[in-house]
């Protein structure tokens, strides 16, 4: 399974961003779908994150701000960002959860400038 994030960019504090993340073979496969960001010097943390049941998790910094979605007909999964803050600059990894495997994308990379 292929993943590729797209976009990221550059935003000023309180804009918004849309991530999405296409996956190479069809959602239905998958247990779990997620976002997960990286910021230099630090632990990759998980930002959302929906089950094969349809609840979706978010990381308390994120909550209210940042919401998950799925189409499964492009299969792509989404990370519509608003009201972003300089420490959500990192770069976003889509994250795929199978019955048997964990696949990940190259990322995409947000820096909001305050």
């Known amino acids: 399974v292929q993943l590729v994030e797209s976009g990221g960019g550059l935003v000023q504090a309180g804009g918004s961003l849309r991530l999405s993340c296409e996956a190479s073979r069809s959602l239905f496969f998958s247990r779990s779908l997620g976002w997960y960001r990286q910021a230099p010097g630090k632990q990759r943390e998980l930002v959302a994150v929906?089950?094969?049941?349809?609840?979706?998790t978010y990381e308390d910094s994120v909550k209210g701000r940042f919401t998950l979605s799925r189409d499964n007909a492009k299969n792509t999964v989404y990370l519509q960002m608003n009201s972003l803050k300089p420490e959500d600059t990192a770069r976003y990894h889509c994250?795929?959860?199978?019955?048997?495997?964990?696949?990940w994308g190259k990322g995409t990379q947000v820096t909001v400038s305050s």
């Open positions: 994250n795929m959860r199978t019955a048997s495997n964990d696949y």
């Open positions: 929906i089950g094969a049941g349809g609840v979706t």
